[in-house]
């Protein structure tokens, strides 16, 4: 970020209101797609004819035997980077069951002296959950126990490896200079390479995969896909045909949050508020995007929308004792407690009851208990918006960012065979480890990008300006220092997903998920959420810009 957008950003920021307005408005509740060469139906059931096409990419002849791990990591690694995961998770499971196994059992064999399947095996095993040990890179060390000078000019191994080395926990020295090492050689050769790998080596020192949310690495890697003289026709016709489904999907519930924002916004009418409704659905498709989960999807942009009232209110406007009076009022979570809050406010308290009221009303008789986890999540986010030392600071302003009460609210719209009562006592207070670790993330980057682009004046202390204050350091320092702070709670993050339950890793995934799009709407410290500019390029190449078929 410099000082010009710097600079821009503050213009943005209206001076008579704490923000701009959208930059949308209602462009999405009037626009219309252009036609498509074929139908929905038509797409539909050329989409299944071609699944079962690429379902037999995971056997060998005989149809019983699963391919070897060369090809299982790269059909898999492919299919999650194409969007298609979806649709073959029992497939995939088997394929990583079979590349984990393999390791175990003949651990020279696996990725051998091919660094490209080592590091993208290592990488999506621990994606899935499965610890593999950093030993498997080992042999591309030398007896120094830096990483071959022989691999330093060819990107393809050194992509993989530098994705695969944000899979690290703490204490991983290995994946530390294998991030130092790929790093420094990819930017060495980036600009000397050519399409589509320049944009991969490009993207990759912006976002590694592990941290770059799996629908805009969709969008971004199908035409460069289908530039690469490897490519599989059906792989990549499968691809485009479900992005044109899930783009239908996605314009449709785009269309209904427009509308369902635009009368609780003018309803509520507290003008001082962020209006972004649509920077809110990209951050929802961002970490949830699959078809299934359209509730999941609605209920969380929902609720953020709700949340953004209360945090603009509670951060920039209201005084003191409104904020305590608003508190009290969600502990006690009841229309008479409305009595007692301040005029401007009443239409907001109001508001939040009878949308939670809708949630619950979507939700099935045996899955309305999980409305008391997501009360007392509300009340409990009310509860956290106070500013003490800063290591109490750092613990309290991750649950304040929300993110631990909508990780719950979007586990509200799955269903039973992921979204069990385990999972919500698990989600619950006290929040864990994974959780605490995913919002803190969420916290360091806005707290990075609101530095830099400079906080409106109402605005609580940050941990950067905490930071300042109690280590007597410049702001610099304290941004690095909490870009390190951010860079470690990656790594708990990782780790913390591979300790938990299987039957929990689903709602671990979300938390991920949820991380990984923080780190794409604050890129490089911005705030694609409160400057709606800066998100716009991202809104239009999901929701709008074209895609052949």
Not at 351 to 356: I, R, V
Not at 364 to 377: D, G, H, L, N, V
Not at 435 to 452: E, H, M, T
Not at 480 to 485: E, V
């Given at each position: 970020m410099d000082a010009t957008s710097a600079a821009a950003a503050a213009v943005e920021m209206d001076a008579g209101a704490a923000f701009a307005p959208s930059v949308w408005g209602d462009f999405f509740v009037t626009y219309v797609p252009p036609p498509t060469e074929r139908s929905e139906e038509w797409i539909r059931e050329r989409a299944e004819q071609l699944k079962r096409l690429v379902h037999r990419m995971f056997f060998l002849e005989d149809g019983e035997a699963v391919v070897g791990v060369a090809k299982a990591v790269a059909l898999v690694d492919t299919l999650e980077r194409l969007g298609l995961d979806s649709l073959f998770r029992d497939d995939i499971a088997v394929a990583i069951s079979h590349a984990h196994l393999a390791g175990e059992e003949w651990p020279e064999y696996v990725g051998y002296d091919d660094l490209h399947v080592a590091a993208t095996r290592f990488r999506l095993l621990r994606q899935h959950g499965i610890w593999v040990s950093t030993a498997v890179l080992d042999k591309f060390r030398d007896g120094t126990g830096s990483f071959s000078a022989s691999l330093s000019s060819d990107p393809r191994a050194l992509l993989s490896l530098y994705h695969a080395a944000h899979m690290a926990v703490p204490g991983e020295a290995t994946l530390d200079d294998a991030i130092a090492f790929a790093r420094r050689h990819l930017e060495t050769m980036n600009g000397e390479l050519q399409s589509?790998?320049?944009?991969?080596?490009?993207?990759?020192?912006?976002?590694?995969?592990?941290?770059?949310?799996?629908?805009?690495?969709?969008?971004?890697?199908?035409?460069?896909?289908?530039?690469?003289?490897?490519?599989?026709?059906?792989?990549?016709?499968?691809?485009?045909?479900?992005?044109?489904?899930?783009?239908?999907?996605?314009?449709?519930?785009?269309?209904?949050?427009?509308?369902?924002?635009?009368?609780?916004?003018?309803?509520?009418?507290?003008?001082?508020?962020?209006?972004?409704?649509?920077?809110?659905?990209?951050?929802?498709?961002?970490?949830?995007?699959?078809?299934?989960?359209?509730?999941?999807?609605?209920?969380?942009?929902?609720?953020?929308?709700?949340?953004?009232?209360?945090?603009?209110?509670?951060?920039?406007?209201?005084?003191?004792?409104?904020?305590?009076?608003?508190?009290?009022?969600?502990?006690?979570?009841?229309?008479?407690?409305?009595?007692?809050?301040?005029?401007?406010?009443?239409?907001?308290?109001?508001?939040?009851?009878?949308?939670?009221?809708?949630?619950?009303?979507?939700?099935?008789?045996?899955?309305?208990?999980?409305?008391?986890?997501?009360?007392?999540?509300?009340?409990?986010?009310?509860?956290?918006?106070?500013?003490?030392?800063?290591?109490?600071?750092?613990?309290?302003?991750?649950?304040?960012?929300?993110?631990?009460?909508?990780?719950?609210?979007?586990?509200?719209?799955?269903?039973?065979?992921?979204?069990?009562?385990?999972?919500?006592?698990?989600?619950?207070?006290?929040?864990?480890?994974?959780?605490?670790?995913?919002?803190?993330?969420?916290?360091?980057?806005?707290?990075?990008?609101?530095?830099?682009?400079?906080?409106?004046?109402?605005?609580?202390?940050?941990?950067?300006?905490?930071?300042?204050?109690?280590?007597?350091?410049?702001?610099?320092?304290?941004?690095?220092?909490?870009?390190?702070?951010?860079?470690?709670?990656?790594?708990?993050?990782?780790?913390?997903?591979?300790?938990?339950?299987?039957?929990?890793?689903p709602a671990a995934q979300l938390v991920v998920s949820i991380a990984r799009t923080c780190e794409v709407i604050y890129l490089r410290g911005w705030d694609g959420y409160t400057f709606g500019s800066h998100a716009k390029d991202l809104v239009k190449a999901l929701f709008l810009d074209p895609i052949p078929l």
């Open positions: 589509p790998v320049a944009e991969q080596v490009a993207r990759a020192l912006d976002h590694p995969l592990p941290r770059f949310t799996r629908l805009l690495e969709t969008m971004r890697y199908l035409p460069e896909y289908a530039q690469e003289e490897t490519h599989d026709g059906t792989l990549l016709e499968l691809a485009r045909l479900k992005s044109h489904i899930m783009r239908s999907i996605h314009l449709r519930e785009l269309k209904a949050l427009s509308l369902w924002w635009r009368d609780v916004y003018n309803a509520v009418n507290l003008k001082y508020c962020r209006d972004r409704m649509v920077e809110v659905y990209l951050w929802s498709c961002g970490m949830i995007p699959e078809e299934e989960h359209s509730r999941a999807r609605l209920l969380f942009a929902k609720t953020f929308g709700i949340v953004s009232f209360l945090d603009d209110t509670f951060d920039v406007h209201a005084t003191i004792e409104e904020c305590h009076s608003l508190n009290e009022a969600f502990q006690r979570w009841d229309e008479s407690a409305v009595s007692a809050l301040p005029e401007y406010l009443c239409m907001l308290y109001i508001k939040t009851l009878s949308n939670f009221k809708e949630f619950e009303d979507l939700l099935e008789p045996q899955e309305k208990y999980r409305m008391s986890y997501a009360k007392k999540a509300e009340a409990q986010w009310t509860n956290d918006k106070y500013e003490p030392s800063f290591e109490e600071h750092v613990e309290l302003s991750g649950m304040s960012t929300g993110l631990p009460m909508l990780n719950l609210m979007a586990l509200m719209g799955y269903d039973e065979t992921i979204a069990t009562q385990e999972v919500f006592e698990w989600m619950s207070v006290p929040v864990p480890d994974t959780v605490r670790a995913g919002a803190l993330i969420g916290r360091f980057l806005n707290d990075i990008s609101s530095y830099k682009l400079g906080k409106n004046k109402k605005d609580m202390g940050s941990t950067v300006e905490c930071y300042k204050l109690e280590k007597g350091s410049t702001g610099e320092e304290a941004v690095a220092a909490i870009a390190a702070m951010n860079e470690h709670m990656w790594r708990v993050l990782n780790q913390t997903y591979m300790e938990v339950d299987r039957a929990l890793l």
